[in-house]
């Protein structure tokens, strides 16, 4: 496009007060030759947008540079429609609420910031969105016949889509299927599980197609795009969808390996999953000689909460086992429960149903397992209870009931061994590699995905698979592809439920926005994607392997593959890229080393160090602007950049800045490792582990490696920012200043 720019400087805030306005202007049009350089004391308001929507009319400007506030707020204010190009420079909150007003060293920030903003606005180019040659498909795949996908596949029909449901059993239903009762809200009775009525809604209704004794054979495509093979019942499809919903559901952990509680050496010793199909056929009775229960004792966190078993809560078990002490007061009065427990955990109003079974006569113990035992034809359990602070023994047991818990159906129960496919590292003698969630490569067979990355999902290290928890607890790391249910965490009915119905409303927005090129979380409504200048790549491969979204697939020849729609718009491929070939229309390696290159860079007798930080615009940028809200002061010799997530971080760009005089590079990014807060996965991890790189290039420079720093910052460190911005300059000050200068 051809573009005609102009630059607004908001007065109101502060800025005007703490700043020169008029030779940022001339920053503006002498530097830059941009002819309309305005200033307005209340931008946002009214009458400022107005101002720029008649330039707008008038003038034909189509590029607008705002001098004012945070790009994080008013940004609907400051739309101006898809084909204008709008670049926010952040005054207020990083510059004159963070530094002392009508200084040297406040307005040189102001004045690089609207340098570094004005270069950008060159660089940028408006976005193409990606419109593929296929026809965009809306419909929704649900994997999984179970209360999660039923819930699921029916939201999506209600909500005006078509759902295709694929069930590996003969018949819809589920674990729900061998449930007896329900405990549900306000968690006062049990409750019929509806579940007949919920299975003929589904059968029923015109937009959802059904499939059992199906699986799902292959998945290849991307988001709008997918291609899935169903096989089933001697015969095969392929549907075409938008976007995927997993509803595999759980499997209980493997009693067997609770050999010291009993289980598989006493008849009477089950689990709570057998206790429940026991229920629901009719009459609860020992397994032994079939005689009515009358004492029963039940386990809890049978193998949970326990490093050697399940070292997790699954959140439901206390409420089941309060449920089926019910089961066996219903059918005697008379009978005696027992529930040995570590913590009750009923969450929320379940503690009603808690207060319940109390009042009902039950006998709470806390307590540990010391020993299951049998004599005389019934069952003992010897305990420590932690209250009596003794150890105790209860006799004449009819049943011991584990309360095994939840393991998500994407972890295989033994870590199996498969023959390692090329190029996998790891194998033994025999050619065989274990299969682990870190492995890439699974056991367990739900979607059959085409993608190189693997198969299947990428899991945690539980087995659930992964998503950013906090913010977007939906999403896995394939775009697209959402999980509901206890496959993504333990919960009980009701919040399955809600999770189904949360699942596939993000599958629809999934669709939605792929039909119109724009990406989901967290950059939704992005339309740009990575564009691939072919002609220098080196099939490295780097793209491909450090993807966290698996967007990208490569050929025989190993040249990168793009996906677009799977693509969350990271840019870590682009920071990946040793040949810097790929990039965005308002996103690329050179644009932000033209930012750097903007930085006036003073010299060194000026005794004025120069800080470039690279920031993520998710937590750390967030947390630099809560620091300036709060007033809190930094020092004025510092520069921001955002960047989409410190993976898109390109090496040349600390490299060129470095060589061109700038004294020091702080990489400010999320937390990572187990807990991570990174919304792009590993995009922190992957910078972090570049910088160790970096060393090499210092080396060459003659420089410090301690020039060079990645620091963590989550939303909610804004306090912690002046401390670390504080102890980088100490830092920079001992080093010197960088020789470079003035070159």
Known sequence: MDKKTAVYICTGCGIGDALDVDKLSEIASDDFSIPICKEHPFLCGPEGVELIKKDIEDEGVNTIIIAACSPRVNYDVFNFGADKIVERVNLREQVVWMQPPNEEDTQMLAEDNLRMGCSKANDTELPEPYKPEEEISKDVLVVGGGLAGLTAALETAKAGYKAILVEKEDRLGGFMAKMKKLVTMPYKELSDTGLEELVKAVEDNPNIKVYTSSTVEKVSGAPGLFSVEIKGNGSSATEKVG?????????????????????????????????????????????????????????????????????????????????????????????????????????????????????????????????????????????????????????????????????????????????????????????????????????????????????????????????????????????????????RRPMETAKVIDDATGAAMKAIQCTEATAVGMAVHPRAGDMTYPEFNMQRCTQCKRCTEECPFGAINEDEKANPLPNPTRCRRCGVCMGACPERIISFKNYSVPMIGNMIKAIEVPEEDEEKPRIVALVCENDAYAALDMAGIRRLKISPYIRFIPVRCLGSVNLVWIADALSRGIDGILLMGCRYGDDYQCHFIKGSELANTR?????????????????????????????????????????IEEVGPNPYKGW
Request: aromatic residues 8%.
């Open 243 to 487: 976007a995927i919903v997993q509803a595999t559901g759980w499997v209980p952990y493997d009693a067997n390996k609770l050999g010291h509680l009993g289980y598989g050496k006493f008849k009477d010793v089950i689990t709570n999953v057998e206790m429940e199909e026991m229920a629901a056929a009719g009459k609860i009775t020992r397994p032994s000689d079939g005689k009515e229960v009358q004492n029963v004792l039940f386990v809890q966190c049978a193998g949970s909460r326990d490093p050697e078993h399940l070292p997790y809560c699954s959140s439901v078990c206390c409420l089941v086992s309060l449920k089926q002490a019910t089961y066996v007061k219903e059918q005697n009065p008379e009978a005696v429960n027992y529930i040995l427990y570590k913590d009750m955990r009923t969450l929320g109003q379940a503690e009603d149903f808690y207060r319940k079974t109390q009042q009902d006569g039950n006998v709470f113990i806390r307590g540990t397992v010391a020993n299951v035992g049998e004599e005389g034809g019934k069952l003992f359990v010897e305990a420590d209870d932690e209250l009596l602070g003794e150890k105790i023994k209860v006799e004449d047991l009819d049943l011991v009931v584990l309360a095994v818990g939840m393991v998500p159906s994407t972890q295989p129960d033994e870590i199996p061994r498969i023959p390692a496919p090329e190029g996998a590292e790891g194998a033994d003698e025999e050619g065989m590699i274990e299969v682990t969630p870190d492995s890439g490569f699974y056991a367990t067979k739900a979607l059959g995905l085409e993608y190189r990355q693997g198969p299947e999902l990428p899991t945690l290290k539980y087995g659930f698979p992964d998503s950013h928890f906090i913010c977007f607890p939906y999403e896995t790391r394939r775009t697209g592809i959402y999980t509901a249910g206890c496959v």
């Open 691 to 731: 910088l160790g790189k970096v060393s090499e290039t210092l080396d060459r420079l003659a420089l410090e490696s301690d020039r060079v720093k990645f620091v963590e910052v989550g939303i909610a460190d804004y306090e912690k920012i002046p401390k670390i911005i504080e102890e980088f300059m100490e830092t």
